[in-house]
């Protein structure tokens, strides 16, 4: 099994920004950021690939970066421009497929505790 630990959740104005970080207890090819509310089932916001290779959600695309680092097994969001729509539980994911490809919005194996972000008008 492989443990996410999810750091960086608090409350932002809008217009703000925040970051998110992720560390895993071993490494996986693929790492992603999903996202839940209550009235919204989980989607996925983001996802990046033991390559380098990043897929991002519409809805964040231009506002949102992720990135990573192999070595200190991490993955961090970095969230720019936040909207009130943001407000979510963000969870960390990985798995270990498919290796070598791309990252795509599947459903991840491994899934951490969540965190709260909360943007205010």
């Known amino acids: 099994q492989v443990q996410l630990q999810e750091s960086g959740g608090g409350s932002a104005q809008s217009g703000g920004s925040l970051s998110l970080s992720c560390t895993a207890s071993?490494?996986?090819?693929?790492m992603g950021w999903f996202r839940q509310t209550p009235e919204k089932e989980r989607e996925a916001v983001a996802t990046i690939s033991g390559g380098g290779g990043i897929t991002y959600a519409d809805s964040v695309k231009g506002r949102f970066a992720i990135s990573r680092d192999n070595v200190k097994e991490t993955v961090t969001l970095h969230m720019n421009g936040l909207k009130s729509e943001d407000t979510a539980t963000y969870y960390c994911a990985a798995d270990p497929l498919p290796r070598g490809g791309l990252c795509g919005f599947f459903d991840y194996k491994y899934w951490g505790q969540g965190t709260q972000v909360t943007v205010s008008s």
């Open positions: 071993a490494y996986t090819w693929c």
